[in-house]
């Protein structure tokens, strides 16, 4: 089965600085998405950026940016220029490449609670 | 585009009682999945319904069950409700096809207290 992990319950930065949110994650899979999700206090879960592990190069969206170091199993979310409305719980996910008997499902981390100081 | 939405928004039951939580999924999505979100904790998957099937199933017991609907809307139900299934209850929906890659799109979830 696969982990993730968090190790950070909680990152505070000041507005327009650059934060970095680590997460490491097992698996035996050679094949698999990661992704950032964005939880803001309305609960909705937002998809931020995701990876495909068999790309070498790291995804970037606008001012998210991931380090993805496959060989060590680390994906980390690089948030630039921070904003107020960046504050929210961010998890990271897990999921197999391949759909069927239940490979869609995401495996979660604990997530961390990124606060952002005006 | 109507997005995942989710009913009741809040929802409060006592120990031993039956749950069933309802959730549309988006317009062309095909497939839904089920997470539990403890507080301060990150969603657990319960379990994914394909074509009015279950499709997989993660570390719940029966009495967590669920149906998919026609329309692809789906229902999750719980029996004899234990505190511990006091959460956060997110639905998530998809466009299922095996080699591609199909995004979950969230609802808003429901919370439910169970005293």
């Known amino acids: 089965a696969q982990t993730v992990t968090q190790s950070q319950p909680e990152m505070s930065v000041q507005e327009a600085e650059t934060v970095t949110l680590s997460c490491t994650y097992d698996?035996?899979?050679?094949?698999?998405?990661l992704f950032w999700y964005k939880q803001p206090p309305s609960r909705q879960m937002i998809l931020v950026i995701r990876?495909?592990?068999?790309?070498?190069q790291n995804a970037t969206e606008n001012r998210f940016s991931v380090n993805f170091q496959k060989a060590a199993k680390s994906f980390s979310l690089k948030i630039s220029d921070s904003q107020l409305g960046d504050a929210a719980m961010y998890f990271c996910?897990?999921?197999?490449?391949?759909?069927?008997?239940?490979?869609?499902?995401?495996?979660f981390g604990k997530g961390t609670h990124l606060i952002i100081q005006p | 585009e109507t997005g995942v939405t989710q009913s009741p928004t809040h929802l409060i039951k006592t120990r031993g009682q039956q749950v069933t939580l309802r959730c549309s999924s988006q317009?062309?999505?095909?497939?839904v999945s089920w997470y539990q979100q403890a507080l301060g904790q990150g969603p657990q998957f319960i379990f994914q319904?394909?074509?009015?099937?279950?499709?997989g199933r993660g570390n719940f017991p029966p009495r967590f069950s669920g149906l998919q609907f026609p329309n692809y809307s789906s229902e999750l139900n719980v029996n004899a409700l234990e505190l511990d299934d006091s959460a956060l209850y997110l639905c998530?929906?998809?466009?299922?096809?095996?080699?591609?890659?199909?995004?979950?799109?969230f609802g808003p979830g429901t919370r439910l207290t169970v005293l």
């Open positions: 996910a897990y999921r197999s490449k391949y759909s069927g008997g239940g490979a869609d499902g995401l495996t």
């Open positions: 317009s062309g999505h095909n497939t």
């Open positions: 998530a929906s998809s466009a299922r096809g095996r080699w591609s890659y199909n995004e979950q799109f």
């Open positions: 990876q495909e592990a068999y790309k070498q």
């Open positions: 698996t035996s899979e050679s094949d698999y998405y």
């Open positions: 319904y394909y074509r009015e099937e279950e499709n």
